[in-house]
């Protein structure tokens, strides 16, 4: 079934511009790859060592991200948990056991197993999301993050029959009861595609295609017309990739290996699915100029840039070739043009006034915390000032500025409840003496009695270590 | 964090200015065509003067003259300067108001996008009172281009309009102040309508007016300005005029009113500067009514017959806090 909400429009937004590609292409195995694991991965090979594709390099761990080896061959080095394959070039494949998944427990641990990713382009671990939440609603995420992003597309076009299958896998797993698959009005072929093979009971949502009507949030309140956060309304949101690798892994006992990115550039745009780990400079030939020095990844609105020897990741979803106009940043002048496109409606223009030197209060008032950094204000603004990034410094610096003034109010409260402690243990120990000593001088008692006592204290108090008594002491104060 | 962004943005603010400057050609051309060649001489002595000035203070503040003067911001301020002015006032004048305008209107405050206040008000506001006999002196019939090049440069370079008997039955006050002075006489709109000339009695500024109307409304099709503000300006002006019809005996005419003086200029150029205005769109809604209403209250009870600069400017004074006001109603929306 296909709905179009056309009344559920985000505000403002970019509009996208539709171009045509051909088939998922897959370059020639590469020489060699460079897996980075992270930081915190134990990693369970040795330089030397002979490693099948698809094998295990690190110890699966609920907290990390598995990785496996991406092509056949020997382990050259290992640095800086950056592991280096040189490749065989036989492509023989690790053999995984046929898993049993009966619960959603057994679906964690195995797409932690097979290092299971978001593919969307944030990476979120997909156990970790599975465990965090028993939803009622499936959200299938089928539009680009980007509007320099096609590799969804592509995908959907070519194998729309696994997406599904990878559907009702995501489905067991996380237990949910219906499911809405999100998607751009633009892609014909691809809505095309998934039509062919839906069930009935999947609802396939057309959504205007306006940058950044991708992100999930925002998806979600396309869909479902419901405002409010994803996890407030039960619903969990998966991207299609995501779904083809569940399928790949439960149905084909495939590791995440493999990933499609978009080639962008300035003529031609290519899909292309290649092992993770392979450096740009090995896609040479996926290039229609020699690579520039510098490239951009993640897309033209929100991309970073990356040197042309980076190795691509899990989460590498395009790569970026046009060169970046350079334009003079000029004062902001107050047109109002980023107040009107903000799809959070907040007013940039305020915000960027705020931001040099930081006025906190103004900030906080003018909900910077609600900024989704889409920079669509970049887009338009006649000045040239990159907003985006601005917002971004500005948040990590409240986010400081927060933590700061916690941790002196934790140590001002823990400061109080010590002098507090100290008083109340100094008022018990003159009310103790104050008795003892109206004990001992209400006149019953004999000097001889007295002295008695007393030598019975000294010898108590020698008995005790002079150094315990120190190091106690020290502890109280 | 090194940010991509790479998409080409076509607007700039050099874009904007421009776009302003063509949206003013057709009033140019009309007042020019009403009143001859003095309109002209006003604005190249005003563009020459605020460039100038503009590349001077861009050098004491040590910054490139090169990038300020290529923004066209200067030259949008002075042509809104001339265009307040009475074509063939003496030379001094327009270069007077343009220096004030970027000195201290501009640059004081900061340069572009810091000034408080609409530097082209400043400037105007700034020879209006300083000079209130030079600039009382408006062509009272259209001329045409009857007066020739040369001898309007000799009126602008010899202390404006000759008093000889020739020129002075050529020169008087504007429509809007006529019709304030006989109001206060108590005389009728019937009796103030025949002493005055043009379309509807605006001496002729309706169809200066309607041209600028023109460019405005192209404006807002290119979507360099948005209709908030001239539209708030406008309706307000036209409520606070009807209300006026209705409850007060002084006679007053709505068409003069709303199609004399810098109306039009006003609602279209001069209040839609951004950097001056409010930031949101309510903000600007609040900020045209403002505007409106009081180029009502000071053209009937003030003391000057046409108040669009001083409105402008106790408008851009009152910015700040319509700007706070926002966010307090944006906050007690969202809780």
Known sequence: ?477 | MDTALNIHNPSSVARTMQLVLFALIPGTLVYCYLFGWGVLINIALAVFSAALFEALSQHLRKRSPATALADYSAVVTAVLIALCLPPLIPWWIPVLASGFAMLLAKHCFGGIGNNLFNPAMVGYAMVLISFPTELSVWLQQPTGLSISFIESLHAVFHGGVPAIPQWDALTGATALDQHRTMALEKASLSAINQQTVGFFGASYSEWTNLAYLAGGLWLLHKKTINWHIPVSVLVTLLAALLFHKLFSSQPLSVPVNLFGGATMLCAFFISTDPVSAAASARGRLIYGAVTGLLIYIIRVYGAYPDSVAFAVLLANCAVPTIDRLDIWLNRSTDA
């Not at chain 1, 640095?79 to 494949?93: A, C, F, L, Y």
């Not at chain 1, 072929?189 to 062919?196: G, W």
Request: aromatic residues 4%.
């Open chain 1, 1 to 477: 079934m296909i709905f179009y909400k056309k009344q559920n429009r985000i505000r403002g937004g970019l509009q996208f511009e539709t171009r045509d590609f051909g088939n998922i292409e897959t370059p020639p195995l590469p020489d060699a790859v460079n897996i980075d694991c992270g930081n915190e991965a134990e990693i369970t090979v040795s330089p030397g060592q002979q490693v099948l594709t698809g094998q295990p390099l690190t110890k699966p761990d609920n907290n990390v991200i598995t990785s496996h080896a991406s092509v056949s061959g020997v382990i050259t080095s290992i640095d800086k948990q950056v592991v280096s394959i040189k490749s065989d070039r036989q492509d023989t494949r690790f053999q995984f056991a046929k898993p049993v998944l009966n619960s959603s427990s057994d679906y964690q641990a195995y797409f932690c197993k097979m290092g299971l990713i978001g593919m969307g382009g944030a990476g979120f671990p997909v156990h970790q999301k599975i465990k965090s939440i028993t939803p009622d609603t499936l959200l299938i995420n089928a539009a680009e993050c980007d509007p320099a992003i096609y590799c969804d597309e592509a995908l959907i076009q070519e194998r729309a029959a696994e997406i599904v299958k990878g559907i009702h896998i995501a489905l067991h797993a996380t237990g949910a009861k219906n499911c809405i698959i999100g998607i751009e009005d633009n892609k014909t072929k691809a809505i095309e595609q998934l039509q062919k093979h839906l069930p009935v009971n999947i609802e396939l949502v057309q959504i205007p295609s306006i940058y950044p009507s991708g992100a999930e949030q925002s998806l979600f309140y396309l869909c479902t017309g419901k405002s409010g956060t994803l996890k407030d309304n039960k619903a969990i949101c998966f991207n299609v990739a995501t779904c083809y690798a569940m399928h790949q892994a439960v149905d084909f006992c495939r590791p995440l290996t493999t990933r499609i990115l978009s080639i962008v550039q300035n003529n031609s745009v290519r899909n292309i699915e290649a092992r993770i780990g392979t450096s740009l400079l090995t896609l040479q030939p996926m290039f229609d100029q020699p690579l520039p020095e510098k490239v951009i990844c993640g897309g033209k609105m929100m991309g970073v840039t990356v040197n042309k020897n980076h190795c691509i990741n899990k989460t590498t979803n395009s790569i970026l070739t046009t060169e970046k106009p350079a334009q003079q940043i000029l004062p902001c002048i107050r047109c109002g043009a980023c107040e009107e496109i903000c799809p959070e409606n907040l007013m940039p223009q305020q915000l960027y006034w705020h931001t040099s030197p930081i006025n906190t209060d103004q900030l906080q008032d003018l909900t910077l915390h609600n900024c989704i950094e889409c920079a669509c204000c970049d887009a338009v603004c006649p000045s040239h000032i990159p907003l985006a990034a601005l917002f971004n410094a500005a948040k990590s610096q409240l986010e400081d500025e927060k933590n700061a003034y916690q941790k002196a109010e934790l140590a001002k409260s823990r400061y109080e409840k010590r002098l507090n402690r100290l008083n109340s243990q100094a008022t018990r120990q003159r009310k103790q003496l104050d008795s003892k000593t109206a004990q001992l001088s209400d006149g019953k008692n004999s000097d001889a009695e007295k002295k008695a006592l007393i030598a019975k204290a000294l010898n108590r108090k020698k008995s005790k270590t002079p150094a315990t008594d120190k190091s106690r002491n020290n502890r109280s104060l």
